[in-house]
């Protein structure tokens, strides 16, 4: 198979995969726009799209198809979206949503495999797997989730002030300081800048570093200091409220100012990668 003819295989896979799976894509792109819980998913196609893009464009290769492998792969995705649309009848309409896009990103990874090979696969693994965040996470993982990044951002704030020296304590996702109450709610959980934090860490880690162990430091990194990063949005926003203006408690920076803390978290993952990429080996390892 030339590789106009791969290329060409591969795109009329993919217009199959948008035409037997257009509704689940249109119900996951308006949950993307509408809902910050899922806001991350608008980053997934393109910056995946862009890794694989560069990927091969520095590093130009010759794959062979797998169509054995890549047709057992379509047939596993499409089994799953069955089960999706018709296999349990009572299934929440978000768990639905969910099982028929992980297929979906199942008929995507497949179609590379079938279209170019196994090989293509491995030097393209991480930007594929990157794709399974377009899968939105169902409520029950969310009410897990959310709750957990609001007790740990109330520790996180919590140490932040007692370093300062300020008197705090906690009870639950409560906080109380001097002159202030503090209640970390649901929507101050900052889900939307942790899940981008987390994408555009892998994103970055991809980019810039070769070998997986490395990969997997600033990725697992990412994990506490999104948390580490909303208690510092607490911490600055209650200081400059009891200390500089009490506007600040219900201004801008309140609600509008996580992308200031995430381009923090972002900047200090940046340097993290810098040290570790300057104590990588010249040759690649990979």
């Given at each position: 198979?030339?590789?106009?003819?791969?290329?060409?295989?591969?795109?009329?896979?993919?217009?199959?995969?948008?035409?037997?799976?257009?509704?689940?894509?249109?119900?996951?792109?308006?949950?993307?726009?509408?809902?910050?819980?899922?806001?991350?998913?608008?980053?997934?196609?393109?910056?995946?799209?862009?890794?694989?893009?560069?990927?091969?464009?520095?590093?130009?290769?010759?794959?062979?198809?797998?169509?054995?492998?890549?047709?057992?792969?379509?047939?596993?995705?499409?089994?799953?979206?069955?089960?999706?649309?018709?296999?349990?009848?009572?299934?929440?309409?978000?768990?639905?949503?969910?099982?028929?896009?992980?297929?979906?990103?199942?008929?995507?990874?497949?179609?590379?495999?079938?279209?170019?090979?196994?090989?293509?696969?491995?030097?393209?693994?991480?930007?594929?797997?990157?794709?399974?965040?377009?899968?939105?996470?169902?409520?029950?993982?969310?009410?897990?989730?959310?709750?957990?990044?609001?007790?740990?951002?109330?520790?996180?704030?919590?140490?932040?002030?007692?370093?300062?020296?300020?008197?705090?304590?906690?009870?639950?996702?409560?906080?109380?300081?001097?002159?202030?109450?503090?209640?970390?709610?649901?929507?101050?959980?900052?889900?939307?800048?942790?899940?981008?934090?987390?994408?555009?860490?892998?994103?970055?880690?991809?980019?810039?570093?070769?070998?997986?162990?490395?990969?997997?430091?600033?990725?697992?990194?990412?994990?506490?200091?999104?948390?580490?990063?909303?208690?510092?949005?607490?911490f600055v926003i209650a200081e400059l409220g009891t200390r500089v203006d009490p506007g600040f408690l219900e201004g801008n920076l309140h609600h509008h100012g996580?992308?200031?803390?995430?381009?923090?978290?972002?900047?200090?993952?940046?340097?993290?990668?810098?040290?570790?990429?300057?104590s990588e080996p010249a040759a690649p390892d990979e």
């Open positions: 198979m030339t590789k106009r003819t791969q290329l060409i295989a591969f795109a009329l896979l993919c217009a199959v995969s948008i035409v037997v799976w257009w509704h689940a894509l249109v119900v996951t792109l308006r949950l993307a726009l509408a809902n910050e819980a899922y806001t991350h998913i608008l980053l997934i196609v393109p910056l995946s799209i862009a890794l694989i893009c560069l990927q091969w464009k520095t590093r130009p290769q010759s794959f062979a198809s797998s169509a054995i492998a890549g047709s057992l792969l379509l047939a596993v995705a499409l089994l799953i979206g069955g089960f999706a649309r018709w296999g349990v009848p009572g299934m929440a309409a978000d768990l639905r949503l969910a099982v028929s896009m992980f297929a979906l990103v199942m008929w995507w990874v497949a179609s590379v495999v079938a279209c170019f090979g196994a090989r293509a696969f491995r030097s393209c693994l991480l930007p594929l797997c990157l794709l399974f965040w377009t899968v939105p996470i169902p409520a029950a993982g969310l009410n897990w989730i959310i709750p957990v990044l609001q007790n740990e951002s109330a520790v996180a704030a919590r140490i932040l002030f007692r370093i300062a020296g300020i008197p705090a304590t906690q009870d639950g996702n409560a906080l109380d300081i001097p002159g202030l109450s503090i209640e970390v709610a649901r929507e101050c959980s900052s889900i939307r800048s942790s899940l981008v934090l987390i994408v555009v860490t892998m994103f970055l880690a991809r980019l810039f570093l070769r070998s997986w162990w490395r990969k997997g430091i600033v990725i697992g990194a990412a994990i506490p200091l999104s948390v580490a990063k909303n208690g510092l949005r607490i996580g992308i200031v803390f995430l381009a923090i978290a972002v900047a200090i993952v940046s340097v993290f990668i810098w040290i570790l990429r300057r």
